[in-house]
C-alpha cells in the first residue's frame, strides 16, 4: 500500500516575541514567532526535519529526494542534491528543487504519491522548508515564521494513505519576490485576501469535494493554509469547519512559515490522529490545492518521531531586535561582505564526504574510528584500508572546550569543543547551550549548519547540540 | 638512530642581534633584518661577512618571499641561502639547521635570521583563518586554550594562577632594553581585560610584533677567533607531532611535541635533573597557559604542581628557575619567525652574565634552554646552551 509511512518536522529553537520587535522585552506566553539563525536556512532547516524522519530508517531505500521551498539558498546549484549529501542517501537518488510558491511543499508531496504509483521511484522523501526574510518592523516580519517539514511516501507500511487531491492554478501578483530580492513583498492586504486567497481556497475545496465525493463533515482534522490568523478563522468559518476538526495554524508560535506551512500543519495532524482518521489539508500560493489523507493503524506504531510538539517544546527567546538583525546579516559592518570566488570548489569536492556527509573512517587493521578521512591511520599508521562509516547519527562526548570570543558570530562566544565520536576526535562548535552549561563528558547529537558565508555563499558544515533529553 | 649526543658542543654561538621588537611601522622586513644581522656581526667581531659567512639559514612564518628577502636585505649572494619555517617554532628549528650543517662539516661559520612582519596585515592579532568550513574557529587563542578546561577540572588550577605568569612576563619585559611592552600590569588590571577565547584574556595573550633576530654559528675549534666569549650548544632538536584537536588519544594536560623534543635534547645534552641543571628557561608563553604546561612538561615541576611553584616565586627573575627573563612572547614580542632566535639572543646574554637589571643570579656552570612550540602546536623545537 502506498502512503506516508514517516515523517519529521524542523522548528528552529530561537524565537523572536513580536513584543521584542515593537522594541519591548519578551512577555512570556506573548505571541512569537520562530527565526532562522545565523547558522540556518533553508537547507539547514530541512536537513533536520528529513533527518527526525529517517530516524531509525534504512535509508538506502529512499530513490527520490524533492525539495520544496521558496527561499532555495541558490537559484542555480541544486538544493535536493546537497541535502541528499548530507543525509548520505548515495548516489542513485533522483533529486529535484519545487520552487516558485508556497504551494511548493503540497506539490511535492503529491508529485511524490504519483512518482511511487507509477512505480518510478520506491522510495521518495519530500522535504518543505522554508525561511522568509521581510523587511525589519514590517508586518511580515511579525507574521512569518521558519520551519520545514518532511515525509517520506513509500510503498510499505503506511501511517496515511492518499485519499484524493485538487488544484487550481492563478496568476495574480499578490505576494513576490523577486530574483535577488531579501524581503517578500506583498500587494494591499485586502487585495490579496478578498481577490487570491478566498476565492482560491474555495475554488479548490470546491473541485476536491465535487471529485472526491465528499464534504467538510467527514474530515476530522482540517488543516488550512491561510496568510494570517484572521483570515484563517474567515475561511475555517466560511467552509462549514467545525472547532473540533480545526489543525491550530501555530500563529503566535511558529509563524506563517511558508512553504512549510501546510506540511507542518499535516506532520501535526498525523501526530495527534488516531488510526482511521480523515485529513484535510488546504495550501495557497498562486492558486491553491487540497490534499486528502486518511490514517492507517500503523499511525499508532511509527516509532517516536520529532515532530511539531517536539519542536515547539524547544526554545530560546530573543531578548534584543538587535540580535536578530545581527543574526539575519541585516546590520550594517565596516566592510561589505567581499566579493571573492569563496572557498575553494576542489576542496569542498573533495572533502564533500567528510563535511557534508560526516563520513569518518574506521580502519580495517586496528578498527580505530577517525575523522577526518586520510591515507594512513592515525593509530596504527595502516595504509589505505578504510571503511567509511556515518558518524552524524551517533552521538559525542565532549572531551574539552573553549569560549571563543573571536571567531566572527553575531553572539560572542563562540562555543568549540574537542567531541570524540566513538573514538574519533572532532573540533567542534556547539550551539544551543549557554557557555555556563558546557562540561567535559556533555553528550552532544550532531546538526547540519552554516559555518560561514565566505564568497557570498553559504558554506555548510556539521555542529554539536546537546543531545536532547 | 643515531647516538644524539654527537651534535653535543661541536657547534658555539659567537654573536646575537635582535632589533626592537614592536609595532615597527616605519620599517621594512629588510630593515629589521640589517639591524638584527649587524648587530650579530659585530658581537662576532664579523668584519667581512661577504667572506665570513658561509651559508645562511632563514625564515618566517608569514612572507612569501622566500629567502631572496634575507639575502636581499645583507646582499648575500653567491653562497647558499635557505628559507625553513615550521610556525612558530621556525626560529629553533633554523637554529637546528645551522647546528646540522656545521656539524656535517659543510660549512665553518653561519648566519640565522628569523623575522616576521605581522604589523603589515592591518590586524592586531592574528587573522582568523577561513579557508575551510571545518576547524572552526582557526586562532591560536582557541587551540591553546583546549587544553584549560581539562587541566583546571584535572587540577584545580584557574585563571587566578595564570595571571601571576602574566604579572611576571610584564615585569621582566620592563627590564629588557628591546622589549615591545614597558608596562607592569596588575592583578587587577589581568582580570577586568577582555576575554579573547577562554580562559585567555588580553593579558593572557602573547604580543604580536615585528621583529627580527640572528645568530652567528661557528664550529668550537674555531670560535676563539671571534671577539665575544663563546657559547656551547650542547643539544638542538625538533619534534613533530599529530593535531592535537583530532589525536585520539591527547588527554589536554600537556602537549605531546614538547615531551618527545625534551626527551630528545635532554639527552643530547646530558641533563637528568632539570631542575638542577638548568638555570634559566625562555620558554614558549603564547598564552599564559602554554607557559604553565610547559614548567610541567619540561620538568621543571612534576605534572599538576605547577601552581604551587608559581606562588613560590620559582619562575620569577629571583626565583629558583626564572623563566623568560626578558618578558618572553608577552612582552617583548612574537614575531613568530624570530621568537626562537631571539630566546637564544636572551639566553646568550644570560650566560655571558651581560643581561643588565633582569640578570639572573647563579647561572654559571647551569644550562640556559629555549623552547618553541608551533602549529596547534604540532610541533616543538628546545634549544639547550651552556658555557662549559
Redesign the interface.
Known sequence: MIGITSYGAYIPRTRLPLSVIGGRPPKEGGPERAVAWNDEDAVTLGAAAAIHCLKDLDRSQVDMLIFASTTLPFQEKQAAALVARVLDLGRDVETTDHTGSTRAGTSALRAAFDAVKAGSARSVLVIASDARMAAPKSGMEANFGDGAAAFLVSDGDPIATLEGAHAVSDEVTDVWRPAGHEFTHSWEDRFVIQESFTPNMHAALAGFFESSGTQIEDYQRVALYAPDARSHAGLAKAAGVTTDAIQPPLYGRLGNAGTAFAPLLLVAALEAARPGEKILLANFGNGADVTAFTTTDAVEKLGDRRGVAWNLARRRVVESYDDYIKAKGLAATEWEAGTNPG??AT??FR?RD??LSLLGQQCNQCG?I???AQRLC??CFAKDDFARVRLSDRTGKV??????????TPNP??I?T?TDVD?????L?VVEIE?EQVA?GQEVEFVFRK??E?GGRP???WKGIPKPD | MAKRESIRDKVSIVGVGCCHFGENWDQSPSDMIVDAAFEAYADAGIENPQEQIDAVFTGSVYSNKGPHECADALKLFNKPVSFATNYCATGTDLIRLGVMSIAAGLYDTVLVVGYDKPKDRGVSGPSVVVDRVRDLPQTPAGWFSLAAATYFDKYGAGREDLAKIAIKNHANGCLAPKSFLKRPITEEDYFKARIISWPFGLYDSAAQTDGAAAAILTRSDLASQYSKEPVLVKGVTVRAGPNPQKDPNNDFLSWKPTAWARDDVYEMAGITDARAEIGVAQVHDCFSLTELLTYEDLGFCEKGSAKEHIADGTFELTGDLPVNTDGGLKTFGHPTGATGVRMVYENVQQLRGLAGDRQVQGVDGKYAVSHNIGGHPTACGIAVLGRQ
Not at chain 1, 399 to 408: L, R, S, W
Open positions: 572557498l575553494s576542496i569542498l572533502e567528510d563535511d580505530a577517525q575523522f577526518p592515525e593509530t572531551v574539552t572546550y573553549t569560549f571563543d570570543f573571536f571567531f566572527p562566544p563562540t568549540v574537542i573514538g574519533a576526535r572532532i573540533h562548535q557557555a567535559i559555518i560561514h565566505s558554506n555548510y558544515y
